[in-house]
Nanobody, 121 residues
Framework: QLQLVESGGGLVQPGGSLRLSCAAS????????IGWFRRTPGKEREFVAA????????KYSDSVQGRFTISRDNAKSTVYLQMNTLKPEDTAVYYC??????????????WGQGTQVTVSS
């Protein structure tokens, strides 16, 4: 079964940047749409961004549009989420997800374990 592993989270000051990675193992990401979601305590999971299987189209939530960029390298079976101009309200556990015909908001069949992003001074 496809496994997804997120990395790149951490503590960053407001206005800073982080790049999250979502690496696939056991299978490639070919033909799979990839989405990034986030969750904070007490809130429902929130859609952040998604990229089509070819990488040709991407979609973002209004809250991250213009600040985050999703990209993929199918040769490396890895998807990235570049996060710039981070705000305290971006603090959350970020999850990547993969699925066929899932672009942009799902449902997604495969999920990673998540990586914590904390934006604080």
């Amino acid at each position: 079964q496809l496994q997804l592993v997120e990395s790149g989270g951490g503590l960053v000051q407001p206005g800073g940047s982080l790049r999250l990675s979502c690496a696939a193992s056991r299978y490639t990401l070919d033909y799979l749409a990839i989405g990034w979601f986030r969750r904070t305590p007490g809130k429902e999971r929130e859609f952040v961004a998604a990229v089509s299987w070819s990488g040709g189209v991407a979609k973002y939530s209004d809250s991250v549009q213009g600040r985050f960029t999703i990209s993929r390298d199918n040769a490396k079976s890895t998807v990235y989420l570049q996060m710039n101009t981070l705000k305290p309200e971006d603090t959350a556990v970020y999850y990547c997800a993969a699925g066929y015909r899932s672009y942009p908001r799902g449902p997604y069949a495969y999920w990673g374990q998540g990586t914590q992003v904390t934006v604080s001074s």
